[in-house]
């Protein structure tokens, strides 16, 4: 597994963060790193893996990756990052300490992302731009003060959405409303017509969105985010192979059973069996 360092992402051992923006994020293999880093989705959607959890992420979403967790990216599809670097010990210039909110961030996010709403999001982006548009001024005071103050506004904004997350609220638009419902009722069967009702988006421009957005058919792309909650439930917890396919929304454990050893070329009991040799 590849740790990422500081040394190779920081732009001088003065820098308490770095920030990043990637486009079109791939599929990751599994790695770490020796630093704290918050991730905010600009576009795009993926599954995100960390520490064996799988979460669906999509545009607006927020999480908080600690220097202690492992992670990689499933199934992107334009996915495109606001990547926050924090050195797990490093001290700021002028902020006094920033431990205190990422830790709360760490929090309030472990189980899942959180959610900006559009114009906050904007916001966010447009913050990050300021800070990438000082990268080639030099190191001093001026620099410092300004980019930490930036950083301070966002950490600020996206403390503020992670304890008022928007399920179904009025900042949320019909399609982000829809891929969240599918994320909220991962165990339910899905019935497309009545989602579409529930998000009043017709049925034909549902399907044709998740395909856009997704790069799966609808039923593709539930199936494919069941599997790997299937394989987290594997590795994570003690419940019965039975019980797992209950949870993720198999009709019965032959059908999970067929659909897990499609897909990741062995059976759930032979998951269940590589954890147990680690």
Known sequence: MKIMLAQDYFLSDTHAFSLFSSRDQEMADIHGHDFHEIVIVKEGCGFHIINDRVNLVFKGDFFFVSANDIHYYESTRHLSLINILLRRDGEFQFVKSLLPLLMQLQTQTRERPASLNEATLARVVQLAGEIHSKTDDD??????VTTEAILLTIVGMLMEN???????????????RLLRSIRDNLQQAVIWEHLAEECAIPKRTLYRFIKEFTGFTPDQFVQRYRLLKAQELLRTTERSVASIARACGFSSLPRLTEAYSRFFQHSPSAEREKRTVA
């Open 162 to 176: 992670s304890v008022r997350l928007p399920r179904g609220g009025r900042y949320d638009d019909k399609k982000r």
């Open 139 to 144: 190191y001093d005071s001026t620099y410092f």
